[in-house]
C-alpha cells in the first residue's frame, strides 16, 4: 500500500497549529504499521537551517499555474523513518510566514499541481493521495476532473480530511482559469461554485473518494447549519463516505517523563515533580510563587474560534478568584491587546505571552493546574489532550473532538477527566472553572482527577488503524471498478 500524503505545514519543519502535529505523527504511526507512506510539503523559508541541511535535491521540472510555467524543485529527507518531500520554489514559499499573502490561492494552487505532477517525475506511485484542509483541496477535484485519464493516474483513490472547515481557501471566480486553465463549465453548483466565488475546500468535498475529519463529534456537527460553514448540506448528501476519525498527540512528542524542555521530569506518580513545574514557570514568568494557588493556562490561537470572547466577558469576575492566568497564544491584534491590557492591570495574577514558543508552551503544559479551552467549535483539538498528558486537568465546551475526549468530573464515582460545559455561554463557562477550583481545594480529590487526566491514552495507534482500514477499503473498491 502507497500514500502520498500532501499536507501545507507538518511538524518539526513548519507549525502554525495543531494540523502540523498530526502531519509529524499520523504518518510515522502508519510506517511503523508497515505502509509505506511519504510526506510532501511546501518548502518554507522559515523551515531551520540544520533540517535544510540535509535534504537532498531528487528531480526538477515544470508546473503549469494557469498560463505560468513555474520551476518545481522536490528535494528529499527520511526522518525518524518517514521520506518527506519538499517543493521548491522560492518564489512561492521562500517567505517569513507560511500563510496570510495576497497570492495564497495561487502558492497552493502551484503546491497542488507539484503533487498531482509528482509520481510520473519520481518513480512513486500513489494508491492512495491523502490531502488536508483547503490548501491541498484542489487534488482530488484536478484528479477526478482532469487526470483520470492520463496514465498512471487511473486507479489513485483520494482521501481528503477537514481539519478545519472555517477556512475553505475561497478565490475569485476567475482563478478558475487563471490558476488552473479550468473551463467555466466548473464554474457552478455541483462543482466549484460558492457564492460567486470558487472555493478550493468544496473541490475537495465534491471530489475526494472518502472524507474524514478529525473527530466523531465534529463529523457531526458539520452537517449541520450551525457547524457546517455553508457546507453543510453538500457534507450531508455525502455522508455515506464521510467518517470522524480522532486524532491523537505524538507520545514521543509529548512526553514528560522526557521532555527536554522541562525544569523537572515526571509522571502520575511523582506529581511533586510537576509541583516543581509550577514554581519555575511562576519565576519565569514573573509571578508571585505561590505553591497553592492554582494556575490556569491557554495555550491557543487568539481567534474568535477559541472562546476568548467567553474568557474576555467575565475576566473580573475570574481574576477576582484566588488563582493565576498564563496566556501563551497569538492571533487577532483585538485579543492580543486584550491580554495585554489584562497583564498590565493585574501583574500579580495575569500573564500573556503573545507568540508562538515551542519550548514554553510545553513548559506551561507541565506547570499549569488547568487548561482552558472554551472553544466555539473545535474540529478535534490536541491542547486538551496534551495538557492531560502533563497532568493540567482541562476545562472544555463540550463541542467536537473536546467533547470526545474530556469527560466531566462525577464527583460520585470519581469518573472524569476534566471539567465541562455545553452552551456557549460565558457564566456557564465562570460557573465551569468555579466548580473545578472548588476541587482544586480538596488535595485528595484533585489527585483523583489530575492521575484520570494522566491516565488517558490518545495515542495514534488506534486511530492509524482506522486510516488504515480506510485506504484499504479506497484501494479494494479501485480494484473493483478497473477489474
Ligand atoms: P488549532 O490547530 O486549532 O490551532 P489544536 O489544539 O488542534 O488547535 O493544536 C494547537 C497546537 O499548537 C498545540 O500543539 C498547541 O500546543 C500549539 N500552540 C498553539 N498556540 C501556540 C503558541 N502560541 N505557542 C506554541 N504552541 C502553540
Known amino acids: 500500500m502507497k500514500v502520498l500524503f500532501a499536507v501545507s505545514e507538518c511538524v518539526p519543519f513548519a507549525k502554525s497549529g495543531g494540523l502540523a502535529d498530526v502531519a509529524g505523527a499520523l504518518p510515522k504511526e502508519l ?31 515544470t508546473v503549469e499555474v494557469g498560463w505560468r510555467k ?39 494552487a502551484f503546491f497542488n499541481k507539484a503533487v498531482l505532477e509528482l509520481p510520473v517525475h519520481i518513480g512513486f506511485q500513489p494508491d492512495i493521495i491523502h490531502c488536508h484542509d483547503w490548501h491541498t483541496g484542489m487534488i482530488p477535484f484536478l484528479l477526478k476532473m482532469e487526470y483520470k485519464e492520463k496514465t498512471g493516474y487511473q486507479s489513485i483513490q483520494t482521501v481528503f480530511t477537514i481539519h478545519n472547515l472555517l477556512f475553505q481557501g475561497i478565490m475569485p471566480r476567475e ?40 473527530s466523531p463529534t465534529y463529523k457531526n456537527e458539520i452537517q449541520t447549519s450551525a457547524y457546517g460553514e455553508m457546507l453543510h ?12 476519525i480522532l486524532n491523537g498527540i505524538d507520545l514521543e512528542l509529548y512526553n514528560p517523563e522526557r521532555d527536554p524542555f522541562l525544569f523537572k521530569c515526571f509522571n ?14 511562576q519565576e519565569q514568568m514573573g509571578l508571585p510563587i505561590k505553591e497553592k494557588t492554582p494556575l490556569i493556562a491557554m495555550i491557543t490561537r487568539l481567534t474568535k474560534q477559541k472562546g476568548i470572547d467567553l474568557v474576555r466577558h467575565v475576566f473580573r469576575e475570574l481574576i477576582a478568584e484566588d488563582i493565576q492566568l498564563v496566556i501563551l497564544g497569538s492571533g487577532d491584534d483585538e485579543y492580543e491587546h486584550f491580554f495585554q491590557q489584562m497583564e498590565a492591570a493585574y501583574p500579580h495574577k495575569c500573564k500573556a505571552y503573545i507568540g508562538f514558543d515551542e519550548g514554553l508552551a510545553h513548559k506551561i503544559y507541565a506547570g499549569a493546574d488547568l487548561f482552558l479551552m472554551p472553544s466555539q467549535f473545535e474540529p478535534c483539538g490536541l491542547g486538551q489532550m496534551i495538557a492531560m498528558r502533563y497532568g493540567a486537568v482541562p476545562i472544555v465546551r463540550e463541542t467536537g473532538g473536546l467533547n470526545d475526549t474530556v469527560l466531566s468530573f ?37 489527585r483523583k482527577i489530575v492521575e484520570n487526566a494522566m491516565a488517558m491514552n490518545y495515542s495514534w495507534a488506534q486511530s492509524a488503524i482506522k486510516y488504515k482500514q480506510l485506504y484499504s477499503e479506497l484501494i479494494s473498491r479501485s480494484e473493483i471498478y478497473v477489474y
Open 31 to 61: 510506517v511503523r504499521q508497515g505502509i509505506d507512506i511519504r510526506v510532501i510539503m511546501p518548502k518554507y523559508g522559515s523551515i531551520e537551517n540544520n533540517l535544510k541541511a540535509q535534504m537532498r535535491k531528487i528531480d526538477d521540472f
Open 70 to 108: 513555474q520551476y518545481c524543485g522536490i528535494e528529499e529527507i527520511e526522518f525518524q523513518g518517514v521520506i518527506y518531500y519538499f517543493v521548491d520554489n522560492e518564489y512561492y514559499f521562500m517567505r517569513e510566514e507560511l500563510y496570510g499573502y495576497f497570492d495564497d490561492g495561487e502558492r497552493f
Open 175 to 214: 482563478s478558475l482559469n487563471e490558476l488552473f486553465g479550468l473551463q467555466e463549465e466548473y464554474f457552478h453548483i455541483d462543482y466549484l461554485e460558492f457564492y460567486g466565488c470558487i472555493s478550493f475546500m468544496k473541490g475537495a468535498i465534491v471530489a475526494a473518494d472518502k472524507i474524514t475529519t478529525v
Open 233 to 244: 448540506e453538500l457534507l450531508h448528501s455525502r455522508s455515506s463516505d464521510l467518517e470522524g
Open 268 to 281: 502520575g506518580k511523582g506529581l511533586i515533580n510537576k509541583q516543581e513545574n509550577k514554581l519555575h514557570l
Open 410 to 446: 462525577n464527583e460520585q464515582s470519581g469518573e472524569g477527566n476534566g471539567f465541562s460545559f455545553s452552551p456557549y455561554h460565558a457564566h456557564d463557562m465562570l460557573f465551569t472553572i468555579e466548580r473545578a477550583l472548588s476541587f482544586y481545594r480538596d488535595e485528595e480529590c484533585w
